[in-house]
């Protein structure tokens, strides 16, 4: 069998896979016609709560890339992509993450939820990235423009897309998928979900 690491060819944008549990968010038309409409909320267990436009994230944030696998639990829907955007541990840091925080929440704009562990993105913060490109190009609409998730190493459904809300928490918050379904919060690419 194939696997995502068997290669390196970059896959077209175009020809990644799609899945939208909730459907396009409403507010997705009003963001692509004017960029400075959207701001990203940071709250909970941080020092200093608050909302950061796109322009902002993009010049504030040193820009890393990175090279990724997105990648469905089922493991037959994946691609190879480059990446581009701000390190979440960056922007968290910016924010000042409180001692007891355990946990960061993510919202989509369309209702999707899902976490990742405080220690593991203060751990390895290269692999966790907020981004705004994919393949040298602004995020498309389908995938989660103007600001999604990046969690190398992870499966799909911890990459969050047309991301509104990070919210630092000190207690075991589950997103959709690994609360409503029971799916591994771990998410590890190559290992079973339930």
């Known amino acids: 069998m194939r696997l995502p690491e068997d290669g390196d060819m970059i896959t077209e944008v175009g020809d990644l896979f799609v899945y939208h549990i909730f459907g396009y968010p409403d507010e997705l038309q009003a963001w692509q016609r004017n960029p400075a409409g959207y701001s990203l909320e940071i709250r909970g267990r941080v020092d200093a709560p608050q909302m950061l436009p796109i322009g902002e994230i993009r010049t504030r944030f040193r820009p890393v890339s990175s090279e990724v696998v997105l990648q469905c639990m089922t493991n037959v829907h994946w691609g190879r992509v480059r990446v581009k955007g701000a390190l979440l541990f960056d922007v968290l840091s910016h924010a000042g993450i409180e001692p007891g925080a355990l946990k960061v929440g993510f919202r989509g704009a369309e209702g999707f939820t899902t976490d990742l562990f405080v220690d593991e ?37 911890k990459w969050c897309k047309w991301l509104t809300t990070i919210e630092v928490l000190d207690h075991d918050f589950k997103g959709h998928y690994e609360g409503n379904r029971g799916w591994s919060d771990a998410a590890l690419r190559g290992h079973p979900v339930c």
């Open 121 to 157: 993105i203060r751990r390895d913060p290269g692999k966790f990235l907020l981004a705004y490109e994919m393949n040298g190009e602004p995020l498309t609409r389908e995938h989660g423009y103007p600001l999604r998730v990046v969690a190398d190493g992870k499966y799909a459904y």
